[in-house]
């Protein structure tokens, strides 16, 4: 798919813009504070239904505003245009796909495939779990249209188990809960664990480019309970825990997986640096398998490239970047050489985007 035009509407520092984007590599260039990093967060949006960046849903309400819209005209590889929208007024979200309201964020998301690689990113690597298991869960809900509602009935269980949990039930109250969670939480594991079968072979041929200095890369998932055992018998098993921790301990929402490499066996051996290009190879991988899997190729973000990358870093990614089908969108305070050739430039300065 592609951005063929971004609308914004009273996001963080833009009050209005209207952007019309070309297929390829599209450069945002400007001054620090200018507008850039929020430019992506639009276009993030509209895929994941939140920001890349840390912080409140509240900052990203452009100050004295009440309501934020996003808005995009998308072309995808069939040739089909489709408009999406997303508001967020109090704390309420509304998504629209062709101008109808849809029930959920998901119906919107499934249409929107966006990958960012920003300064935060390193996150994936080193920081908590979390963001590694949205990680693997935006790439499940891409190719597996049953993910997102079994994970909503994994999530109702949950709260019900630990309600029950808090409140002196009795083994046969959690039992059903247990059941369920047990019989939604091994599907939701098969679709991780297939998933990152998957993606491994392309971490790996990455992480050659990028990284090859650490030798060979190691993909490890922990399913979220214990080896060897059902997840029926690890919640039976941990009842007496779990009602002392007032949750539930064992299960797929503590699921979490490591990259790591022959010469760095433990994700602290990793320099900043190494972390950063391990977390962009995680990303170009997802992005490969998303085209090879959906036929209609992800736009990438990449914010503040040049100054993330040393120069030979940021050629060998750029010229990937040139061979691949799908849009990109890079920004930066200059335009790296490497990018002088045929992209598209524009000029991002307090709040406004014009095209060079
Ligand atoms: N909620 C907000 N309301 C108004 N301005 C904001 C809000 N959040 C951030 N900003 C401002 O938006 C500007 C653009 O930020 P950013 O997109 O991060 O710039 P860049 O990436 O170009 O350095 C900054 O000046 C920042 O202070
Ligand atoms: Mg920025």
């Not at 200018?34 to 990203?60: M, P, V």
């Not at 072309?75 to 959920?104: E, F, K, P």
């Not at 055992?229 to 039976?236: D, F, H, I, N, W």
Request: contains cysteine; neutral net charge.
């Amino acid at each position: 798919m592609q951005f063929a035009r971004l609308v914004v509407d009273e996001l963080r520092c833009f009050q209005h813009l209207d952007v019309v984007l070309q297929p390829g590599i599209n450069v945002f260039v400007g001054d620090n504070g200018a507008g850039k990093t929020s430019l992506l967060e639009a276009a993030h949006l509209l895929s994941h239904g939140r920001s890349f960046r840390a912080g409140a849903a509240e900052a990203l309400l452009r100050r004295g505003s009440t309501n934020w819209t996003v808005h995009a005209e998308i072309r995808h590889a069939t040739g089909q245009v489709q408009s999406l929208g997303l508001t967020r007024q109090a704390d309420r979200w509304q998504a629209r796909v062709d101008g109808q309201s849809v029930a959920t964020l998901a119906a919107m998301i499934e249409h929107c495939a966006v990958i960012c690689f920003e300064p935060g990113s390193h996150a994936l690597i080193a920081g908590p779990a979390e963001e590694r298991r949205r990680f693997v869960d935006w790439g499940v809900f891409h190719v597996e249209h049953e993910f997102q509602p079994l994970w909503r009935r994994y999530r109702r269980a949950l709260r019900q188990r630990n309600a029950l949990l808090r409140s002196a039930a009795v083994d046969v109250d959690l039992e059903p809960w247990e059941q369920e969670l047990a019989q939604r939480g091994e599907q939701l594991d098969a679709m991780r664990q297939r998933y990152l079968e998957a993606l491994a072979p392309l971490l790996e041929a990455l992480c050659a480019v990028l990284v090859p200095e650490l030798g060979t890369p190691l993909l490890l998932y922990r399913r979220g309970w214990p080896a060897g055992e059902s997840l029926a018998a690890a919640l039976q098993g941990s009842r007496q825990r779990d009602r002392a921790l007032a949750h539930t301990r064992p299960g797929p929402h503590r699921a979490d997986w490591s990259l790591t490499y022959a010469a760095a066996p433990s994700r602290a051996l990793l320099s900043r640096g190494q972390a950063k290009l391990s977390a962009l190879a995680c990303l170009l991988s997802q992005a490969e398998l998303h085209d090879r899997r959906s036929r209609d190729a992800a736009v990438l973000c990449m914010d503040d490239l040049a100054s993330e990358l040393d120069a030979a870093h940021l050629e060998a990614v750029v010229d990937r970047l040139q061979h691949q089908a799908g849009q990109v969108l890079i920004t930066g305070t200059t335009i790296a050489p490497v990018l002088a050739g045929s992209t598209t430039r524009f000029h991002v300065e307090h709040g406004t985007v014009r095209k060079l």
